[in-house]
């Protein structure tokens, strides 16, 4: 019944991430789940925001996109 973040630091194109959310999303029902992804790439944020959209929004994951370097965080 609890929530699940899944933080991930330098996503680049968001894709190995994704399968790993499908995978637990198949396991414990997708329920309460957030899917936040950073980068400091913008184009690969923009690459792996879209590709979790299109393949996660459906399961009803939240995902959450932050432009910037970690160092700096």
Do not use: K, M, W, Y
């Amino acid at each position: 019944g609890r929530g699940l973040d899944i933080n991930v630091l330098g996503c680049g194109d968001g894709r190995s991430e994704v399968s790993l959310v499908e995978e637990i999303c198949a396991r414990r029902g997708g329920t309460d789940l957030r899917l936040n992804l950073l980068d400091i790439s913008h184009t690969l944020l923009s690459s792996a925001h879209n590709h979790a959209t299109e393949r996660l929004a459906r399961l009803g994951v939240q995902i959450e996109t932050l432009h910037g370097d970690f160092h700096h965080l």
